[in-house]
């Protein structure tokens, strides 16, 4: 019903303009998000604009899926923590640099990803939602008793370490601008996958999956890739949180997780390029100024959820892009 | 139309049972090369059954289908595409988000084999531009181009079908009540187009309107709950006594008078 009325919006008499990929008013908004980046650390505290790029990386991968493909996971706090914990791991106990531990953790949340992909793929809309909440449960017992995790102490006091081994991350304002570079890679990597010949392929299955098979596309090995690189990119998100707090812990595992980064992503918009990353705002910008009310966050978490299936199908972003006439 | 003996498409006992109820029951047909082949039947009489069988996106409880001398039986929906037998769906099967041009394009993709290079632009797509504009011309959506398709009535979205399955260049088409819930002159813009585009093809054609199937088909097959009741070309399927039973037998107002009237 929702993409229905999303028909209606823009009327383009010719081919839209684009720029680098991005419509005129993306490429707008993305000027925008640069310069917030580089602004930000000047007004408000590193460490939570940090958390907060943490998490933008882990809903618009979470968004790659939902969003691009259709796909439901319920079960990717699974690939954020198996990233958090084999990076944390790496920097402390093997003592890599940090841009290693990161790609070491985004990998193993990748083989991961294709495991679990490939079993959950077989099975459509609440199957594979289930299937894949089971198996991320499995990893969450899995975190618990293995004895490299460090059970509910988890992995504390990993270290930050030297970018490229000479660049010292312990500084805040350094370790922002890390965070920041690897948030900035991820969103312009997620929005070419989005514009690919694949992912051209991924929408096509969203929009009519029998069909596309009817027009030779073996549809689960796509689905499968696209799997896969959500999977990755929630691991790099899962790994780039660890190191900036030094923890990794069974919260990142946790099944609320799977369903946090579900509610950042439908509050900013699915299916939006930009949707995903104000979403991550908006919550973890709740959870930290709102933490004296406690358990009520949890509590206003769910009214604002309820408002938006009710109200604001389109999240914020979809919404301001459906008043303002344009895709952002 | 040169008439070629040779069959393209066949079926074999095929037969499908869910839980004890017999859909489709022991079908043999044969479909000839570069011919308009229709499947007609009342509601119920297993039409869509068996053209998801022969599509495999059912698989048979019994029975073999082969296509081009080849046994597809066993094969996958993808595969079975990929060897030229391309089907249609009952419910228009545009993506409705796409606009026009991307959505032949999502077929004409197809010629560069797997599509998994996500690290490339879109911009190598634009190559098919051309070719989609020519296909979209054919079925006269050229001004709706750039619009997403969703928008589009419901007669020219069945044109955006057919534009896109042409896209494969496939060897056989199968098409699903291409008509379904038209109004008459839709009907008879779509009854032209595939009478068209037949050139050099071979069509299987399910359809519940006898109308669309007189001018169109050369041989009819007509099924009634689940077997063929008769087959042959219109004039004598027409006439034949147990046709019109199992049309009058259903709702023949609707069905089979325009026919006969």
Redesign the interface.
Known sequence: MAGQSMTSSAVPAGPQEEIFGFTKAQFVALLVMFAALVVAPFFLYPVFLMKLLCFAIFACAFNLLIGYVGLTSFGHAAYFGIGGYIAAHSAKVWGLTPELSIIIGALLAGVQGAIFGWLAIRRQGIYFAMITLALAQMIYFFCLQAPFTGGEDGIQAVPRGHLFGFISLAPDMTMYWFVAAVFVACFLLIHRIVHSPFGQVLKAIRENEPRTTSLGYRTDDYKLVAFILSATLAGVAGGTKSLVFGIATLTDVHWSMSGEVLLMTLVGGLGTVFGPMIGAAVIVAMQNYLAEMGAWVTVIQGVIFIACVLAFRRGIVGEIGNLLRVRL | MVRVSDTILETEGLTKEFRGFVAVSDVNLSVRRGTIHGLIGPNGAGKTTCFNML?K?LPPTRGAIRYDGRDITGM???EV??LGL????QIS???????V??NV???L??A?G????????????RKFDARAEELLADVGLTEWM???A??LPYGRKRALEIA?TLA?DPVMMLLDEPTAGMAHDDVDRVVALVKRVSVGRTILLVEHNLRVVQGLCDTITVLARGSVLAEGDYAAVSRNPDVVAAYLGTDASTEAEPAHG
Do not use: I, Y
């Open positions: 599509t996106f996958k929906a993808a595409a990929r391309v089907r249609s769906f099967a545009v993506f409705p988000h796409l606009t041009l991307e394009r999502v077929a993709q197809r560069r797997g599509s998994f290079d996500f690290w490339r632009s879109d911009s190598v797509l750039h619009l997403t969703g928008e896109t494969l």
